[in-house]
């Protein structure tokens, strides 16, 4: 960062970081991908998203799981090839 770039806040370093995870979580629907939640491997069957207060919220709902996880408890699973 150069003297005169504006430094990001907290909030929108946050921001960011809260979308990247959100674009992981939608290429790996589009590419079945598997998921991992406490440990076990899923797929998502369904990402929603939608206005929270002054924020975007993500539900992630995972096949066989009829309520929604945390979309931050949800990571890639490894690839094995």
Same mark, same amino acid.
Request: hydrophobic share 40%.
């Given at each position: 960062m150069?003297?005169?770039e504006p430094r990001q806040s907290l909030s929108e370093i946050a921001? &960011?970081?809260a979308?990247?995870?959100d674009?992981?979580?939608l290429r790996a629907v589009h590419n079945c991908q598997r998921v991992l939640y406490q440990g076990k491997y899923n797929h998502i069957h369904v990402l929603r998203t939608g206005p929270a207060?002054? &924020?975007i919220e993500t539900e992630v709902y995972l096949t066989g799981r009829p309520e929604?996880?945390?979309a931050s408890e949800v990571t890639l699973a490894p690839d094995v090839s």
């Open positions: 150069g003297a005169n921001r &960011a970081e979308f990247k995870h674009q992981m979580l207060g002054g &924020a929604p996880v945390p």
